[in-house]
Each structure stands twice: as structure tokens, then as C-alpha cells.
């Protein structure tokens, strides 16, 4: 059944065996030989497949690993892979599990190493190996020559105190008895001090045996590493060409609607632990459906009525009169603000672009620049701008204010709890514009700027500049006249990983309503594109993300699901509970981050029946959810225009009066957006050359300073300025004044020259 070895396995052995691995629910367990090599477990249909054909590859540094009983255990790496093991007996499980434990371990440690020699540029090339070879190739040498003139010294120290022995026995004059003890006496200090040399000697070279033998292993694993990443990533990239042409484009991918979710998903037999069967060629997603912790139920409403019944310690505040005259004010608000908006269309508002020239289709060879890419930081590696749209990274951060209104009603909101909700609808919707944006924004330069004035149309001014490089990151502030200030700093970390590519958000987003004072925190979840080599594009969110207002201490814990092709579930999933101060839940949430959000008001919570997992989940009664949240259609032809929403559309509409340094003035986003992209490459290289000419310069400064005992204060941010959060208690930048000042006075001498 399986080939275990006769001992436990020591950290870099390779470790190999049958286990048997969940396909499906018309399969089940099949018998697959998995082998455990340098950090990455790797299974084949047979032993004689390895040569060849690689079924799958799990990278054991990001992956957990976990026992499910006496045969059964999981790795997974956080959604997109999962595999479902089974040993054929405890024994023969805990032999696997040791050793990949010992594997993770040894592969998160060379993973850290890894990350911290090639922070600033990657060590890649061929020469800088064999430089690298040479010099070991040196310290070997001496190492050994060290080593000859030890024994050396041993070998003529102790033949020179023989002799001398010798010497002293002889019968000689008194007078040449003396000159032989001094004599004696420092060949005994020389031996002395020899042994001591001797001594030193032995432990440098047992340092330098072990440190050359770690710098030849590391050198090794990292050459391995990448020849077997090149080896599976062309194997899978010859596969799946081989496929497409086959199928002509039939690629599995999550349907672009709840209703055609839910028909691919019927199809595909129901929900699975696995992947749907490795036998057909096809790979799919492992990933297990997650069982929500809690359960909502309609509530009674002939029960529901002041009852003063607690279930479970939970107690119900609220009768159906209350939601009834709640229906009533709210309704009274929604018309008033009907006939605010009706009188605000009667104002004349500029009239802004609704389209931009299309996409044009070139083609690239995605093989040949990906394949030096993996393991890198998306930010150090030069990139054409065919995988760009023809935006900014500061301009996509600016379309989160899309659906500001939901923040302009959240500010006329008297209840805390109910303002949450719509903070959270807000956090949701920013998500919205991503389902098909599969193109990366540009860049921006050290110093870029974009502002977006709508105080006419919507109420709100924002502002953004990139105020680091490496690593980079971008500040932001939006303040509204209707009540509200959103600000934020985030730092994009990005991993590309063979089959696909992970975005993560680093920072916090700080929203505070002036009226009440509430201020709101919170962070973005990770966001996965999926089928980077071949196949067609697609982009996934998954993550929970906690909406905390540090004045009330209520919360909101929105859970984003990830795509599962078995998951029962819509795709796109977003669920979330409002609880106060005291963890007492008042709302549900639920929804797709792609389409749109509803929120359901608790009357009685209760604790249910344990699930599968034998965890308890709460049952929530419910009165009929409202809508919270609805995204916009898109523009007419916007599939060739690369899925711009309305407000896409117009960031980089050419404005008078910017500042020099605003993206919308950048040339080869200009060039790109006009369907321009040889030229726009080209130009783009200038920048980025320009941008590096800067920064050396910026660097030999600051050494120069360093020698003449001055400060050197480095790159500072225009309009931005660094200080502490009293809500997180971590520095941030924030916005300091003065721009909308400058741009009135039309004067921007401050601005650095950039483009």
C-alpha cells in the first residue's frame, strides 16, 4: 500500500509514498504516489509519471497542516489548494506528518533567508553564481592551506621539544647547561603559545567548514528550487495549450452571476472536498466549503412581539412595532432625500467622458517573462504595459469613493448600529469594480499625485500621493461637505506564484462621521488572480475583515469566501454580523461583493444544534432583509474598454489646472490609453530610468552627508506628513493642508519635476 521508510525523516531528506487522495464524490479516495522534496509536496498518478507529469504542487512554507483523525490529515495554503490525505494507518500518518513539519520548518526558514538577501534587487544572474562559486571555490583553498600549516606546526613544535630533550640529557659544561634550560624554557613558551595559536586555528576552520558547506547547500537549494519551478511551469504551460486547443477556450471558470453560478455548480455534482478528479487531466481548485457559524431564520411575527423571551442568555429588545414605525422613518428619510436629489438634478453639472478609445489585441508571449518572475515581488520586476490599464494605482484607490453615497447616508444616521451597516456596505462595494479588472495599474513615481474634485456632483474632494518607493505605497484623503473624512495609507505585497498571482493590502483605512464623532477602522482582505500562465483570467476575494468604531466599540466581521467550483453557495459570497459593545449581534449582512449587499434586523438569537465540526452555531431570527447596497451596470461596450465603471472612465479625463505631478499628466499611461503601446513601453522605460537616476543620486547625498557628520533627511512627501495614529498606535502619513490652497493660487512651485 504505501513505502514508508525504516526511520523518521531528518530535515532535506526527499520523502516518498502512496497515499490516497479525495478526488470526488463518484472517485472518492484514489491511491496517489506523493513525493516531499525541498519544501514542495508534489503527488503522480504512478511512480513512472514522475519523470514527466507533474498532477500538483503544494509549496509547504505557506501551507498548514492539519490532523483530522487517526489516518486523515489536510494541507492547504490559505483557498486556492487543498488536498484531502489519507495514510493507510496511524503509523504510516505520523510518518508524514513528521516529515512535513521538518520540511515546513527548513522551507519557512529559507524562505525568510531568501526574502531578506534580495530585498533591494534579486541575485539572479549567471555570472553573480559563478562569482559566488569562485569565492567558496577560494575560501576552500584556504581553508586547507590553514589546515596543512596547522599539522605543520604541530608536527616541528613537538620534534623541536624531542630534541631538545635529547639535548638537555647529553653531558656537557656547566656554562652550556644553562644556555640549553633557557633555551628550553622558551621552546616551552613557543609550544605554549603554539598550542594556544594551534587551538584558535581548529575552530576557525571548523567555522569555516560549516558556514562554506551552509553557503554551498543555500546556493544549491535556491538553483534547485528554480529549475524545478521552470520545469513544472513549462510542463504546465505546454498542458494547458495542449488543452485549449483541444477544447477551444473551454476554461472552468466562476460563472459572472449568482444564476449561472448556481447552474455550473448543479452540474458539477454538488459540493466535494477536492478537486473534481485528477484522472481527466483537468486541475481544479481543492477547497472545502466553510460552514457558516451562524443560521438565519425568518422570524414569527405574531411571537416576535414583546414576548421578553431569552433563549440562551440572549434576550429580544425589539417588537415588531418598533420595526414597523422604524419602516416609517425610514421611509420618511428615503423621500426626503428622493426630493433632495430631484432639486440637485436641476443644477447644471459638468458634463464628463463616457468612453475611451479600445483595447486594442496584441499578443505576448506571457512564458517568457513570467518564468523569471517567481518567488519576486511584483514591484521590482519591469513590466510591459500590456498587462496594464491605462490607470494608476493612485487613481484606482481614488475608486473606492464610487458609491460614496452610502457614506453620505450613513452620516444622517441617528443609530450607531445602523451606520455600521452602511460603513460596511461601503467596505464591500469598493471590491465591486474588480470582478473583471484583470489588468495592473501603473506604478506611480515617487512624489505622483492624483486629485478628484466632486464637490459640485457628489459632495467630496480627494487627493493622493505616492509618498514611498521602496517599499511603495500610496496616501490618501477624501474629506465630504455632507458630513465625512476618509483617509488612508496602503502598501501593496504582491506574490506571484506559478499558477497565480496574490495581492495583499497593507494598512488601515481611518472613515470619521463629524456629527457623532464615530470613527471607523479597518483593513482589506487579499485579492487572488487566478490563471496567470494560461487560461483566461479571473479574479478572486478572500479574507474577513473586522469594521471596528473605536468610540462605541461596535463591530461589524465581514467574511469574503472564496470561489469554490463544488461550494452550494453563490459565488462571491459576503456575510457579516453587527454586534455593540457587548458582543450582542443586531444585523446580518449577506450578499456577493460582486452585485450587491442586504441586511436583515436580529429579533431573538438562540444557540442551535453543533454542526458537523462540532461547533455550536447560532441560530438568528430575522424580520425580511433590505437592501443595502447595489452595484451600478456597467457602461455600454465596456468589456473593450477594459470594464470601466462610469467613474473609471473619467479619472484620467485631461483637466486644466492640475498639479504637474498628477497621473492624468503622465505620458505613457496617456500613450497606452490611446491605444499607443510600443510607444507607451518605450516611454515607460524612460520614467522608470528617470525615476532610478533619482533615487541614486538621492542615495550618494545622503552618504555624502553621512561622511561630514550631517543629518540627511531624505525624500519627504509634499502634502503628506508622517505621524501617529492615536486610534492604531502606528505611524501613518497624513494630509498635511495645502493643496486645494496651491491649485487655487495656481501655484505649484513646490512641485518636483517627475515626468
Known amino acids: 500500500m504505501s513505502e514508508p ?24 479516495y484514489q491511491r496517489r504516489w506523493f513525493v516531499l522534496s525541498n519544501g514542495l509536496l508534489s503527488y503522480y498518478r504512478t511512480q513512472a509519471e514522475m519523470g514527466h507529469t507533474c498532477r500538483g504542487t503544494i509549496n509547504l512554507a505557506t501551507a498548514n497542516i492539519t490532523v483530522e483523525d487517526s489516518c486523515n490529515f489536510v494541507i492547504s495554503n490559505g483557498g486556492t489548494q487543498t488536498y484531502h490525505l489519507k495514510a493507510s494507518s496511524e503509523v504510516e500518518r505520523q510518518r508524514w506528518i513528521t516529515a512535513l513539519e521538518l520540511a515546513k520548518a527548513k522551507a519557512v526558514k529559507m524562505q525568510a533567508e531568501s526574502d531578506d538577501s534580495s530585498d533591494e534587487a534579486p541575485v539572479s544572474s549567471q555570472g553573480d553564481k559563478s562569482e559566488f562559486q569562485s569565492i567558496l571555490r577560494t575560501l576552500t583553498c584556504k581553508v586547507e592551506d590553514l589546515s596543512t600549516c596547522h599539522d605543520l606546526i604541530g608536527k616541528h613544535g613537538t620534534a623541536l621539544q624531542r630534541s631538545l630533550s635529547e639535548l638537555e640529557s647529553l653531558k656537557l659544561p656547566p656554562e652550556s647547561g644553562d644556555k640549553i634550560r633557557q633555551v628550553n624554557e622558551r621552546a616551552t613558551l613557543f609550544r605554549i603559545t603554539s598550542n594556544a595559536m594551534i587551538n584558535a586555528c581548529r575552530d576557525f576552520l571548523s567555522l569555516a567548514q560549516t558556514h562554506s558547506k551552509k553557503w554551498q547547500k543555500s546556493l544549491q537549494y535556491e538553483r534547485d528550487q528554480r529549475i524545478r519551478l521552470e520545469e513544472t511551469l513549462e510542463q504546465l504551460a505546454k498542458q494547458h495549450n495542449n488543452l485549449e486547443r483541444a477544447f477551444r477556450g473551454a476554461t472552468v471558470l466562476p460563472a459572472s452571476s449568482p444564476g449561472s453560478a448556481g447552474s455550473s455548480k448543479g452540474s458539477g455534482g454538488g459540493h466535494g472536498k477536492g478537486d473534481l478528479s485528477d484522472d481527466d487531466e483537468n486541475e481544479f481548485f481543492d477547497a472545502i466549503e466553510d460552514a457558516p457559524e451562524f443560521i438565519t431564520v425568518p422570524a414569527d411575527p405574531k411571537y416576535h412581539k414583546r414576548t421578553g423571551s431569552n433563549v440562551s442568555g440572549i434576550s429580544s429588545e425589539m417588537g415588531l412595532e418598533d420595526h414597523l414605525r422604524e419602516e416609517q422613518q425610514q421611509q420618511q428619510q428615503q423621500a426626503a432625500a428622493n426630493q433632495e436629489s ?12 463616457n468612453r475611451i478609445p479600445d483595447k486594442p489585441n496584441y499578443s505576448l508571449n506571457l512564458w517568457s517573462i513570467m518564468k523569471n518572475c517567481i518567488g519576486k515581488e511584483l514591484s521590482k520586476i519591469p513590466m510591459p504595459v500590456n ?36 460603513v460596511a456596505a461601503f467596505t464591500v462595494s469598493s471590491y465591486s469594480t474588480t470582478v473583471f479588472r484583470t489588468g495592473k495599474p501603473f506604478n506611480p513615481l515617487l512624489g505622483e499625485t492624483f486629485e478628484l474634485d466632486r464637490l ?68 482589506k482582505v487579499t485579492s487572488t488572480v487566478h490563471n496567470i500562465i494560461v487560461g483566461k483570467l479571473w479574479i478572486d476575494q478572500s479574507g474577513d475583515i473586522d469594521v471596528v468604531n473605536h468610540k462605541t466599540k461596535e463591530t461589524c466581521q ?46 431573538q438569537s438562540s444557540r442551535g444544534n453543533s454542526g458537523s465540526e462540532g461547533k455550536q452555531k447560532t441560530v438568528y431570527q430575522t424580520l425580511p432583509s433590505k437592501l443595502l447596497w447595489e452595484k451600478y451596470p456597467l457602461p455600454e461596450n465596456a468589456e473593450n474598454m ?22 492624468r499628466r503622465r505620458p505613457d499611461q496617456r ?44 525624500y519627504q512627501p509634499l502634502w503628506f506628513e508622517k505621524k501617529v495614529d492615536p486610534i492604531s498606535r502606528e505611524t501613518a502619513f497624513v494630509y498635511k493642508g495645502g493643496y486645494w490652497e496651491a491649485k487655487e493660487k495656481k501655484d505649484w512651485k513646490k512641485c518636483p519635476d517627475i515626468f
Open 5 to 28: 521508510k525504516t526511520a523518521s525523516p531528518t530535515p532535506g531528506d526527499m520523502y516518498k509514498g502512496w497515499l490516497f487522495k479525495w478526488t470526488n464524490y463518484i472517485k472518492g
Open 342 to 353: 430631484a432639486s440637485k438634478e436641476l443644477i447644471p453639472r459638468k458634463k464628463r467622458r
Open 387 to 422: 498587462f496594464n490599464e491605462p490607470i494608476s494605482m493612485l487613481q484606482r484607490l481614488t475608486e473606492d469613493l464610487e458609491y460614496s453615497e452610502l457614506l453620505d447616508r450613513a452620516a444622517k444616521c441617528e443609530s450607531s448600529l445602523e451606520q455600521l451597516c452602511y
Open 456 to 523: 459640485e456632483e457628489s459632495g467630496y474632494r480627494s487627493l493622493c500621493e505616492q509618498v514611498s518607493h521602496h517599499p511603495p505605497a500610496a496616501a490618501h484623503h477624501a474629506e465630504s461637505k455632507r458630513g465625512w473624512t476618509l483617509r488612508q495609507e496602503i502598501a501593496i505585497a504582491s506574490k506571484f506564484r506559478g499558477k497565480y498571482l496574490s495581492i495583499m493590502p497593507l494598512g488601515a483605512i481611518h472613515l470619521q462621521f463629524h456629527s457623532s464623532g464615530n470613527h471607523y477602522v479597518w483593513r
Open 558 to 603: 465581514l467574511k469574503f469566501s472564496p470561489y469554490s467550483y463544488f461550494s452550494r453557495d453563490v459565488a462571491r459570497k459576503v456575510t457579516g454580523v453587527v454586534t455593540d459593545g457587548e458582543a450582542k449581534a443586531h444585523y446580518i449582512l449577506s450578499g456577493t461583493w460582486d452585485d450587491k449587499l442586504e441586511y436583515s434586523k436580529i429579533v
Open 642 to 663: 477594459y470594464h470601466f465603471s462610469e467613474l473609471a472612465l473619467t479619472l484620467n479625463e485631461p483637466e486644466e489646472g492640475v498639479c504637474p505631478t498628477d497621473s
Open 671 to 714: 500613450l497606452m490609453e490611446n491605444g499607443r503601446w510600443d510607444e507607451a513601453n518605450v516611454e515607460k522605460q524612460r520614467l522608470e530610468e528617470k525615476q532610478r537616476a533619482v533615487r541614486r543620486r538621492r542615495e550618494a547625498e545622503a552618504v555624502e552627508a553621512q561622511d561630514d557628520g550631517k543629518e540627511y533627511e531624505g
